[in-house]
């Protein structure tokens, strides 16, 4: 029983290594092969002399072969295997927009800001989502029940970015809330309470918009999941020994319901990205969304490259923690 | 199951689809009459002044102008027309390639499809619209980019489900059965595979098109939609980047944003009525609110030495055409220490009975008339509170196939010692945890198996435990419903003798729930003959078994193989047990019984006592038997 659980383990983190390398390699290709060449791109611009131009790709290394030095010498001579010998220093590159400034520095204030606004999101909406969801399945066909239901759906439609703008206009012109940034600008703080009140009060509004965009899925989700176990057997065997409704929920009824809900999370971590980027642009939020989105517009490739690298890393590193979660939830997985 | 396909039929039946479908129809026509309906041009160019911007809604412009000066409802109706050729070029891309990438790997689970799912699963992890944004920035903002990206990033969800759809197809007889027959790959493909796999996949391609609209809409916000080209998103991002919201202008932000709402929310109402009309789905559970009996009981006096008393109990089910009667005035008494069997065929109302008497109905059943006294207690009018605490102390139940009767995400032990703990609050943790061992002891299994969980443990196995669970409350009544059902037929006889066993040893009495004649005959002291959810003969079993008075008994007798006479041909009923929306209005036996008359498809017979018990057949009214009738 324990060496299944290890070898599944195992199995695992291969993978997610494996895809990890995958990233990167595809990361590195994508900004290479295209057709809008971010490096060749900088370069055609037509104010700098053909001296400059060859001087430039001498030093980043763009006459190098591309994947495998196959002209003779080191194999490895390549500009791929330089990539990847930087990404291992954790070195990104420098960011063009910001002047001097290393991707790897940005990518690291960007992401704690951006956990502040996720983390929260994701810890209310799956214990409002799971509660809600138990309780519209045990309460099915009820007023309850179908208004769940409706709010379910409506969510799903709801672009995130819209319901962001919607609750912005809201809180900016009826309530007061802020409606940028991370703190008020400029403000001096006469205690710690007070700054971190100001923070709260910028985090209100984008946190409840993701909370909200991922309320309705996981609550759809956790009612169905509900609703398939209260009818399996082996509720009617825990009904006929006398169980009480509460002990049979808790105790035979939510592990079982909790699993397809803990693959959803894992499943939507890339759904939990595209939300964070949307309301950190609703919201000024200076996190990795808006990074993502800035770099585009200024067209800064080394910054998005390595935001989308940091992205898909840790969408892989966290599906990763939740098939281990998964397979202590349910012993029957790391035996198949 | 049939081999064929589910369709489609029914759908307009289904009121949300249907709703659905309308605001879809809305949508398309706006977009193809777009010219005719918008008040002004929102592509030609027009010199504004500042006090044309965010202007609100007026007789001229009735949804007011946006930071360009331009009439917000012309462009809202021309934005339909960029959010659906996105959303069904896109979707149909992600069709084609998901589709087409699921059935290879499906089709040629073999290499191939490895490495077609390992490139799927990569794509699934990768936060899509990340990488949306990095390959629109890279390929340029023109409407065929856009178009292409969303559809090549679509196609993971469909070609997983395509993918475990032909898995499924594959194994399927009539296709084993085509290959066999040398059928090519292109012809199964064709023949079989598709047209099994096509309808789900339509319901599926409904989502990915209401993801590639928000998809589209998300890009035109964030800035990245094709800058020449009117679309909501597009819409909202002006709006919204120019100054609405500190502009207070409404009107310029909530219709594209509502427009986008209502496109979505009608392609996934639609999605949602084409599921469920391919894959209904359960809507009811074990934990829904009961109803009980409303009739007054009979006041009827309890009897020394019977422990169960079921008397005239009435089951009906909810139908869609009204009430069905799936038990219809069942009496029968279990004796102290007595091992009652209840059989007949399947679909007879033996397990209805038995989970009706004890309250344990499935969702949409209830008692409708009758009474159950357990040592004089109703259980059919007791107090919810009341009967959870005498269930499993006083009556326990071993359910057939016990894979599913136990909790399989909890360990044997865990489910023992719960329900020890539940009825006897006492009992310390480490009391119960040493008789949960010595009960699993008792039924042939070694102590220390209290930590396996119920897939470890074979099929043989986990009936024993089930066995052992059903004793941990020292029960005076067992409910056995088909105990033997799906094992082996060693297995079988091993679980019969150790609830023999048991039974003797501990003095319980017992119901067992059977269609094995072999198992009554055996295990039981009276048998009870069910048919069409009426009793059709009951006695003592030594006495039924050598002079069965009701046809059926006789049938189902001929048509069982015993040892003492294995020459003698065995002989099938013909026909089947009525359906309970389609019952005889005479005798429920009447149509397949060899010696019915007329007055057998005309009324029900009642109960008539016999030489071996009661039999319900209007053969027994002959006038030897005349002044006997009723009970």
């Known amino acids: 029983m324990r060496t299944g659980r290890r070898r599944f383990v195992t199995r695992k983190v291969v993978f997610a290594a494996v ?49 495998v030095n196959l002209e003779g010498g080191n194999l490895l001579e390549s500009q791929y295997f330089a990539y990847l010998g930087a990404l291992a220093h954790g070195d990104l590159g420098t960011s063009y927009a910001f002047r001097d400034q290393p991707v790897s ?45 409706s709010f379910s759906l409506i969510m799903w439609s709801l672009p995130t970015f819209f319901l962001g703008i919607v609750l912005l206009f809201i809180g900016a012109n009826w309530v007061g809330l802020p409606t940028a940034g991370r703190v008020t600008i400029g403000a001096l703080y006469d205690t710690t309470w007070d700054q971190l009140v100001d923070i709260a009060r910028h985090l209100l509004l984008p946190t409840a918009t993701l909370a909200l965009v991922l309320l309705g899925e996981y609550m759809l989700i956790m009612r169905s999941s509900v609703v398939d176990v209260l009818s399996e057997d ?20 939510l592990r079982n319901a909790l699993l397809p809900i803990v693959t959803l999370i894992a499943l939507n971590l890339g759904f939990t990205v595209s939300g964070a980027i949307q309301v950190e642009t609703v919201f000024s939020w200076p996190g990795l969304g808006q990074l993502t989105v800035s770099a585009v517009n200024q067209r800064d490739f080394p910054v998005l490259q390595g ?18 979660i998964y397979s202590w939830l349910d012993p029957r997985v790391s035996e198949a | 199951m049939s081999d064929r396909p589910r369709g489609f039929r029914g759908f307009r039946r289904h009121r949300l689809g249907m709703i659905g479908l309308a605001m879809l129809g809305i949508a398309v026509v706006v977009a193809f009459v777009a010219p005719l309906l918008a008040p002004y041009d929102p592509y030609a160019n027009v010199t504004i002044t500042i006090a044309d911007i965010f202007q609100p809604p007026s007789g001229s412009h009735l949804l007011g102008t946006d930071d360009g000066a331009k009439d917000v409802l012309s462009a809202l109706i021309y934005g339909a027309r960029v959010s659906l050729i996105v959303g069904f070029a896109g979707a149909i891309i992600s069709m084609l390639v998901g589709g087409t990438m699921g059935l290879i790997a499906g089709y040629r689970a073999g290499w191939l499809g490895q490495v077609l799912m390992r490139i799927t699963d990569f794509f699934l992890v990768i ?94 916000f964030l800035g990245l939609g094709d800058p020449r080209l009117i679309s909501w998103g597009q819409m909202l991002n002006l709006g919204f980047t120019r100054g609405a919201v500190s502009a207070g202008a409404w009107w310029a932000i909530i219709p594209p944003g509502l427009a986008i709402v209502w496109v979505v929310l009608s392609v996934t109402l639609i999605g949602t009525a084409l599921e469920d009309l391919l894959n209904p789905k359960l809507t009811r559970h074990h934990l829904e609110p009961e109803e009980i009996v409303a009739t007054s009981p009979s006041g009827a006096q309890p009897v020394e030495d019977v422990l169960l008393d079921v008397r005239d109990l009435t089951v009906a089910f909810e139908g869609e055409q009204g009430p069905l009667i799936a038990v219809e005035n069942v009496s029968f008494e279990v004796g102290r220490g007595r091992v009652v069997g209840i059989v007949g065929e399947s679909g007879c109302g033996k397990t209805t009975t038995v989970l009706g008497a004890l309250r344990l109905l499935a969702p949409g059943g209830k008692i409708v008339d009758g009474q159950v006294l357990l040592d004089g207690l109703d259980l059919s009018r007791m107090e919810p509170d009341e009967l959870r605490r005498l269930r499993w102390d006083r009556v326990a139940i071993v359910f057939q196939g016990a894979m599913n009767a136990l909790n399989p995400v909890r360990t044997i032990g865990s489910q023992i010692v719960e329900v020890i703990r539940t009825h006897d609050g006492d009992i310390t943790k480490d009391t119960a945890r040493a008789r949960a061992g010595d009960l699993l002891e008792m039924v042939g299994i070694p102590r220390r198996r209290v930590r396996a969980h119920p897939h470890e443990l074979s099929g043989g196995m986990r ?169």
């Open chain 1, 19 to 67: 895809t990890v390398f995958v990233v990167v390699t595809f990361n590195f290709f994508l900004f290479r092969v295209l057709p809008g060449d971010p490096a060749v791109g900088g370069l055609r611009d037509p104010r700098l002399s053909p001296e400059r131009v060859a001087a430039l790709q001498e030093r980043f290394g763009l006459n190098d072969p591309v994947f």
């Open chain 1, 105 to 149: 520095n940005l990518l690291g204030t960007a992401l704690v800001n951006t956990v502040w606004l996720v983390l929260p999101a994701q810890v209310i909406s799956i214990v409002a989502g799971v509660g809600l969801g138990l309780f519209a399945a045990y309460r099915r066909g009820t007023k309850v029940d179908v208004g769940a239901l």
């Open chain 1, 234 to 253: 082996y509720i009617l065997t825990a009904k006929a020994e006398g169980l009480s409704t509460s002990r049979i929920i808790s105790r035979h009824a």
């Open chain 1, 307 to 324: 935001a989308f690298l940091l992205l898909a890393i840790s969408v892989v590193l966290a599906n990763l923690v939740v098939e281990i």
């Open chain 2, 127 to 220: 936060p899509d619209l990340a990488l949306l944004i990095v390959l629109v920035a890279i390929v340029g903002q023109s409407l065929r980019n856009i178009i292409l990206a969303i559809g090549l990033l679509g196609w993971t969800g469909t070609a997983r489900l395509v993918r475990s759809q032909t898995l499924s197809v594959r194994e399927r007889k009539f296709v084993l059965r085509a290959k066999a027959m040398g059928a090519g790959d292109w012809y199964m493909l064709r023949r079989h595979v598709i047209p099994q796999v096509l309808p789900l996949m339509l319901a599926n391609t409904v989502l990915v098109v209401s993801l590639a609209i928000i998809s589209e809409s998300t890009l035109a």
């Open chain 2, 463 to 631: 009936q024993r435990a089930m066995i052992a669970l059903a004793l941990a409350c020292e029960p005076d009544l067992i409910i056995a419903d088909e105990p033997t059902t799906a094992l082996d037929v060693m297995t079988q006889a091993q679980i019969l003798e150790l609830l023999e066993d048991l039974q003797e040893q501990l003095g319980v009495s017992m119901v067992v729930v059977t269609h094995d004649l072999g198992v009554v005959n055996d295990a039981c002291d009276d048998v009870v003959v069910m048919y069409g959810g009426r009793v059709a003969e009951k006695g003592p079993v030594a006495r039924v078994f050598r002079e069965p008075q009701h046809p059926y008994t006789r049938l189902l007798l001929d048509a069982f193989p015993t040892i003492e006479d294995p020459g003698r041909p065995l002989v099938s009923i013909p026909g089947a047990p009525p359906r309970l929306s389609d019952l005889p209005p005479g005798c429920r036996f009447a149509p397949r019984c060899p010696s019915a008359f007329e007055r057998c498809h005309e009324e029900l017979p009642p109960l008539y006592v016999t030489r071996s018990g009661e039999a319900s057949c209007f053969l027994l009214a002959e006038p030897a038997f005349a002044g006997d009738e009723g009970v």
